[in-house]
Nanobody
Framework: QVQLVESGGGLVQPGGSLRLSCAAS????????MGWYRQAPGKQRELVAR???????DYADSVKGRFTISRDNAKNTVYLQMNSLKPEDTAVYYC?????????WGQGTLVTVSS
């Protein structure tokens, strides 16, 4: 059974930084593509960043140059480093793992960017 546990969310001022972590279990982590998605109030869930099993990455245009996704296969963990945060980055951030028929989600972690 796949389990994804996010951590690292919180309240941060505009221009600040946060690092989200997602610890995975129940999968051969290195074989899975991993992603971060977010859902703001009243909006649909959207892709923020993703990283393939081979380490290739891509990002939503709105976060390019500010966010960095990375993975540590030895720790079964994927990270999202978020810099220069803006109020519009406020959302619940979800971790996702995907391979073949497996498409699993974490419970989400809230990021609030506000002064």
């Amino acid at each position: 059974q796949v389990q994804l546990v996010e951590s690292g969310g919180g309240l941060v001022q505009p221009g600040g930084s946060l690092r989200l972590s997602c610890a995975a279990s129940g999968i051969i982590f290195s074989m899975y593509a991993m992603g971060w998605y977010r859902q703001a109030p009243g909006k649909q869930r959207e892709l923020v960043a993703r990283i393939t099993s081979g380490g290739s990455t891509d990002y939503a245009d709105s976060v390019k140059g500010r966010f960095t996704i990375s993975r540590d296969n030895a720790k079964n963990t994927v990270y999202l480093q978020m810099n220069s945060l803006k109020p519009e980055d406020t959302a619940v951030y979800y971790c996702n793992s995907r391979r073949g028929a497996v498409d699993a989600w974490g419970q989400g972690t809230l990021v609030t960017v506000s002064s």
